[in-house]
């Protein structure tokens, strides 16, 4: 079965930091480009960043850009997000997906950031 299960949420000052990670498995992990995104309440879903395959290519979105950094480790099938400087606007369940061509979704994990 396909799997990717988002971990390393919870409840945060702001200014404070995080690391999420991403654990995959059932597909061929260094075949997939990985995204993280996320969904505040009431609000639609966002993409925040992602990784290619290989690792060599990163895309932030604007809201993030600067204080959050996506990285991968093939071996260990796992990506990560680490996020500092963490404001309010960053509250949101948090969800990694796998794609190529079909897109696996996983469950997601929750960041709190208080102000």
């Known amino acids: 079965d396909v799997q990717l299960q988002a971990s390393g949420g919870g409840l945060v000052q702001a200014g404070g930091s995080l690391r999420l990670s991403c654990a995959a498995s059932?597909?061929?992990?260094?075949?997939?480009?990985i995204g993280w995104f996320r969904q505040a309440p009431g609000k639609e879903r966002e993409g925040v960043s992602c990784?290619?395959?290989?690792?060599?290519?990163?895309y932030y979105s604007d809201s993030v850009k600067g204080r959050f950094t996506i990285s991968r480790d093939n071996a260990k099938n796992t990506v990560y997000l680490r996020m500092k400087n963490l404001k309010s606007e960053d509250t949101a369940v948090y969800f990694c997906?796998?794609?190529?061509?079909?897109?696996?979704w996983g469950k997601g994990t929750q960041v709190t950031v208080s102000s």
């Open positions: 997906a796998g794609s190529r061509g079909i897109t696996y």
């Open positions: 990784i290619s395959s290989n690792g060599n290519t990163t």
């Open positions: 059932g597909f061929i992990f260094d075949d997939y480009a």
